[in-house]
C-alpha cells in the first residue's frame, strides 16, 4: 500500500482516528475495525452498509480480499456518510415539525385476565436452547424484570394464541437467535417486530459455519446460504429502524434494564450503554467513491499507476467543476513533497476530501424569519405532505404497481402466471428473480418494495424462502399493502435435489404459520392458491387507483 498523506486539518483528523483503529502490524483497515473507526467520528454504519462500503472499495481499488479498507477510501466514505447525515437531519426535523406524525410506541404494556402482568417476552430460539433459564431469566430477577417465557416442550398452532396474547402485554420484545438452531420462526418475529417500531432488543450470538447439526439432522450447505442469507434480510431490515443488534445476552439484558428503568428507547441506546448503535441504515453510500474512482483513472496514462500534482488537481475540477486557486495548488505541491509529487488513487482520495468540502453559507436574519413563516403556513394549511419532503427524498427513482416477492430459485410461478396476468390488465411489475443474485442488490429491491402499490409475496411448499418470509413479515408490520400465498412443506419435499427432514420440515412451516398468523391478524390477505392471490393483487391495484 502507498504511503497515506493528509492534505489538511480534516484529513490529518481522520489520519489520527484511521492509525488508531488499525490492528498492529496491519496498514489497512479490517472489517471487524471499520465500525469501531466510523464509530469515533459519530458514524454509525449498519452492517449492511459496511458491506456495501467494502464491495465498493474492493471494486474501485481491484483490491482482493474484499474485507479491508484504505485510509483515503475511508476519508471518501466518512464525507458521504457527514453529508447524507446532515441531508437526513432535515428530514426528520421537516417530520418532526408536525408534518408526519411518527410512530412510536410506549413502554407501556395491554392487561389480560389470562395471565399476570410482566415487563419482558423472552422470544427467540427455543429446544433445545437453555439460555433463557440459566443466563436471562437469573439476570432479569437481579433487576427486579418480570418476563413471560414462552418456551414450551411441545408446540403447537394453538400456542399462536397464547403467545398473541402475551405479546401484546409485553414492554419490551427481547429475542435471542444462536447458531445451533434454525430460528426461522423468530426471525419472522424479529422483522415483523421491527416493521412496527415495536421495543424491540434483538441479539444474535455466532454465526453459522458449516458442519451444523440440527436435531441430530446434519445441514446442508445450500440449505446454510438459505439460513445465512434470511439472517443478512432480518439484520438489514432491523437496523434501517435504527435498532442496535447486540452479540451478547448480557449486555442485552443490562441494556433492557436501562431502556425500562431509566426512560430510554432502544434507538437511543449508545456504545457508553453497552449497545451498537445506528442511524440512517436505510441510506446508500458509494457514489462519490465511484466518482473519485472515474476522475482518477481519466486522467492516468498509458501504464502507470499515479498521477502527478499537476494531473490530480485537474482531476479534482473535473470532480467539483471548479478551478484550483493558486495558493491551493501550491500547498498541495508541498504537501506531495514525502510521496515524490507522485498520487496514487489512495492519495488522490485524501486530496478530494480535504479540498471538496462544503461550504457552509451563512443564513441572514431575513431569511431565517422567512423559512420560519413559510413553514408555519405549509403547517397550517397541509400542503408539505408530499412537497417538501418529497423534494428531499427524490433519490428513489424505482416504480412499479406490484413487486413480485417470494420464492424464487427453480419456481417459475412469475413467469407462468403473475407476470402475463398483470399485464393483462396493465399492470407494471418488478420482478427480483435472477440467474445469480448476490447482496448488492438488496438496496435496489429494498427501493422497488418501497414505490410499489402493493407487494405480492409467494411462498411455495417446494423452497424455504427464509428470506422472502422475513421481509414480507417486515412490511406487514409496516402496514404496507400486502397479499400473501403461503403453502406448507410436504413430507417428502425435495429442495434444490435434497430431501428435506422432517425435523427441518417442521421449522419451516412453524415460520409459515407465524407468518400466516401475522398477516390473518393484520387482515393482509392469506391464500394457499397462487391465481387468486394474484386476482386479489390485481384487484386491490385498481381499486387504488380511484
Given at each position: 500500500m502507498d504511503q497515506s498523506v493528509s492534505f489538511g486539518p480534516l484529513t490529518e483528523h481522520l489520519l489520527g482516528v484511521y492509525n488508531g483503529c488499525t490492528e498492529s502490524g496491519q496498514i489497512y483497515l479490517t472489517e471487524s475495525a471499520l465500525r469501531e473507526a466510523f464509530n469515533h467520528i459519530s458514524i454509525y454504519p449498519s452492517r449492511s452498509q459496511v458491506r456495501d462500503m467494502l464491495r465498493c472499495?474492493?471494486?474501485?481499488?481491484?483490491?482482493?480480499?474484499?474485507?479491508?479498507?484504505?485510509f483515503g477510501e475511508f476519508c471518501v466514505f466518512a464525507q458521504e456518510f457527514r453529508d447524507l447525515y446532515t441531508k437526513e437531519e432535515r428530514v426528520l426535523r421537516l417530520r418532526q415539525h408536525k408534518l408526519w406524525p411518527t410512530r412510536q410506541h410506549r413502554l407501556k404494556g395491554s392487561k389480560s385476565r389470562l395471565m399476570g402482568p410482566f415487563?419482558?417476552?423472552?422470544?427467540?430460539?427455543?429446544?433445545?436452547?437453555?439460555?433463557?433459564?440459566?443466563?436471562?431469566?437469573?439476570?432479569?430477577k437481579q433487576h427486579r424484570i418480570t418476563y413471560y417465557n414462552p418456551q414450551i416442550n411441545y408446540w403447537g398452532k394453538t400456542q399462536l394464541d397464547v403467545e398473541q396474547v402475551a405479546k401484546q402485554m409485553a414492554e419490551l420484545f427481547l429475542f435471542y437467535i444462536n447458531n445451533k438452531?434454525?430460528?426461522v420462526a423468530s426471525m419472522i418475529e424479529i422483522a415483523f417486530l421491527a416493521g412496527g417500531c415495536k421495543p424491540l432488543i434483538p441479539v444474535i450470538?455466532?454465526?453459522?459455519?458449516?458442519?451444523?447439526?440440527?436435531?441430530?439432522?446434519?445441514?446442508?450447505?445450500?440449505?446454510?446460504?438459505?439460513?445465512?442469507?434470511?439472517?443478512?434480510?432480518?439484520?438489514?431490515?432491523?437496523?434501517?429502524?435504527?435498532?442496535?443488534?447486540?452479540d451478547d445476552i448480557v449486555r442485552a439484558i443490562e441494556c433492557a434494564a436501562k431502556v425500562l428503568k431509566h426512560d430510554k428507547t432502544v434507538s437511543t441506546l449508545s456504545r457508553e450503554d453497552g449497545a451498537q448503535p445506528v442511524r440512517f441504515g436505510h441510506i446508500r453510500v458509494g457514489d462519490r467513491l465511484k466518482a473519485c474512482d472515474g476522475a482518477f483513472h481519466e486522467c492516468l496514462h498509458y501504464n502507470t499507476d499515479t498521477l502527478s500534482v499537476e494531473d490530480s488537481l485537474q482531476a479534482l475540477v473535473s470532480i467539483t467543476n471548479e478551478d484550483v486557486p493558486f495558493n491551493v495548488?501550491?500547498?498541495?505541491?508541498?504537501?506531495?513533497?514525502?510521496?515524490?509529487?507522485?498520487?496514487?488513487?489512495?492519495?488522490?482520495?485524501?486530496?478530494?476530501?480535504?479540498y471538496t468540502r462544503p461550504v457552509e453559507k451563512p443564513v441572514s436574519l431575513l431569511r431565517w424569519v422567512s423559512v420560519k413563516l413559510l413553514l408555519g403556513l405549509w403547517w397550517l394549511l397541509g400542503w408539505m405532505r408530499g412537497s417538501q419532503v418529497e423534494e428531499e427524498e427524490q433519490e428513489l427513482t424505482i416504480q412499479c404497481n406490484v413487486f413480485l416477492g417470494g420464492s424464487c430459485g427453480q419456481a417459475d410461478w412469475r413467469e407462468k402466471l403473475a407476470v402475463p396476468m398483470l399485464r393483462k390488465h396493465g399492470l407494471t411489475y418488478f420482478n427480483p428473480q435472477l440467474s445469480e443474485w448476490n447482496l448488492k442488490f438488496i438496496p435496489l429491491e429494498?427501493?422497488?418494495?418501497?414505490?410499489?402499490?402493493?407487494?405480492?409475496?409467494?411462498?411455495?411448499?417446494?423452497?424455504?424462502?427464509?428470506?422472502?418470509?422475513?421481509?414480507?413479515?417486515?412490511?406487514?408490520?409496516?402496514?404496507?399493502?400486502?397479499?400473501?400465498?403461503?403453502?406448507?412443506?410436504?413430507?417428502?419435499?425435495?429442495?434444490?435435489n435434497?430431501?428435506?427432514?422432517?425435523?427441518?420440515?417442521?421449522?419451516?412451516?412453524?415460520?409459515?404459520?407465524?407468518?400466516?398468523?401475522?398477516?390473518?391478524?393484520?387482515?393482509?390477505?392469506?391464500?394457499?392458491?397462487i391465481q387468486e392471490a394474484i386476482e386479489k393483487t390485481i384487484d386491490i391495484v385498481k381499486h387504488s387507483k380511484h
Open positions: 472499495s474492493s471494486e474501485c481499488s481491484k483490491r482482493r480480499p474484499k474485507n479491508k479498507m484504505s415487563q419482558v417476552f423472552l422470544g427467540g430460539s427455543c429446544n433445545p436452547t437453555e439460555w433463557r433459564e440459566q443466563i436471562a431469566i437469573p439476570l432479569l438452531t434454525r430460528s450470538e455466532g454465526e453459522f459455519e458449516s458442519g451444523l447439526v440440527i436435531d441430530k439432522d446434519p445441514v446442508t450447505d445450500v440449505e446454510l446460504d438459505d439460513l445465512k442469507r434470511g439472517r443478512i434480510f432480518m439484520c438489514d431490515l432491523v437496523e434501517r429502524k435504527g435498532i442496535p443488534i447486540f495548488r501550491d500547498t498541495v505541491h508541498t504537501q506531495c513533497k514525502p510521496i515524490q509529487y507522485r498520487l496514487s488513487f489512495d492519495n488522490f482520495c485524501t486530496l478530494c476530501v480535504e429494498a427501493e422497488a418494495k418501497m414505490n410499489c402499490d402493493c407487494l405480492l409475496f409467494v411462498i411455495t411448499g417446494d423452497s424455504r424462502a427464509v428470506a422472502s418470509m422475513i421481509e414480507v413479515a417486515h412490511y406487514i408490520g409496516e402496514g404496507r399493502k400486502a397479499v400473501l400465498c403461503v403453502q406448507e412443506m410436504k413430507q417428502g419435499t425435495v429442495v434444490h435434497e430431501m428435506m427432514t422432517q425435523s427441518a420440515i417442521d421449522d419451516y412451516n412453524r415460520g409459515r404459520n407465524y407468518l400466516a398468523d401475522i398477516a390473518n391478524r393484520c387482515q393482509v390477505p392469506v391464500f394457499d392458491d
